[in-house]
């Protein structure tokens, strides 16, 4: 069956980007409304659908838009969402992102974990079957989706020139492996040989070594890691908050390479295509 929260519950910060400090509501929402966000500091307070329609801009985070109205980083709190198995809420921000918090989505997650999950009366939600592979690549980063009969599950691999990261993998099982435990807290992270140069293109202005994890090429500035392979498994959460977009979690076996946001909706947009033409 769908699902939803028990109860509303609200949290507040800065945003990563922009260093807005903003107030976001998650509400309970009826069947068949699935995830969206409503500007309320707007006048018309327009609505935003958590969808691959109003997917836009992708520079180091992912943005919605429509109606004329933006919210930007959402891929935390999408992934909180969908990790939990909660499809229908109405998500109330009173300006343009979404707060980074401690950088990961455990604070998320330990909210929608206390006001609870609720069962809806109503038809289940149609699965997502991958039949054909599909795959986007650029250079020799890639993500793809392939046939997986077993379910869902996500592996994703990065390679940085910085020592402390390096190559570094890993794989979770969307039926066995528990989201909150394995998942959300990994948390952002950074360069600081790239700080100046990204602030002065007018991002990362709430960035501070309370919410991202830093690193120059040998050593961690503001240890210790919450995971070993903590790097790794913050880009798979990034993964599956752009992957909700597609509505709910697809039976397939996606993978991804030092991918990015872009990549992520262009598979999504590929994956569609794929079941339009079926």
């Known amino acids: 069956m769908q699902t939803s929260l028990g109860q ?25 409304m699935d995830r969206y966000f409503v500007r309320v500091d707007l006048p018309t307070q327009p609505s935003i659908a958590a969808d691959i329609n109003s997917a836009g801009l992708t520079v ?8 004329g109205a933006q919210v930007r980083t959402v891929e935390h709190l999408l992934a909180a969402l969908i990790g939990c198995g909660v499809d229908n809420v109405r998500i109330e921000i009173d300006g343009p992102e979404v707060p980074l918090l401690d950088g990961s989505a455990q604070i998320w997650v330990e909210n929608i974990q206390r ?10 939600i149609d699965p997502i079957v991958i039949t054909e592979p599909v795959w986007i690549r650029k250079g020799d980063a890639f993500v793809a989706a392939l046939p997986n009969e ?3 599950r996500f592996t994703y691999g990065i390679d940085f020139p910085y020592q ?32 100046e ?51 709910r979690f697809p039976k397939a076996h996606v993978i991804a390479y030092k991918a990015s946001h872009q990549l992520h909706l262009e598979l999504i947009r590929e994956i569609f295509k794929q079941l339009e033409g079926h």
Not at 115 to 124: D, F, H, K, L, N
Not at 183 to 192: D, K, L, S, V, Y
């Open 150 to 152: 077993e379910g869902t």
């Open 8 to 32: 509303a519950f609200a949290l507040s910060g800065i945003g990563l980007h922009l260093g807005i400090e903003t107030t976001v509501t998650v509400k309970p929402a009826p069947v068949d």
């Open 115 to 124: 006001v609870g999950i609720v069962e809806q009366s109503a038809r289940p």
């Open 60 to 67: 180091l985070s992912t943005e919605l838009s429509a109606n």
């Open 197 to 247: 140069h990204l602030r002065n293109n007018g991002m990362i202005k709430g960035g501070t070594l309370e919410n991202a994890l830093i690193c120059d090429h040998d050593k961690w500035i503001n240890p210790p890691l919450r995971f070993a392979d903590e790097p790794v498994r913050h880009k798979l959460l990034d993964l599956l908050g752009d992957i909700s977009l597609l509505g």
């Open 164 to 195: 402390v990261i390096g190559n570094q993998w890993y794989s979770w099982n969307g039926q066995k492996d528990d989201f909150a435990l394995l998942i959300a807290p990994a948390r952002t992270f950074g360069f600081a040989d790239q700080i």
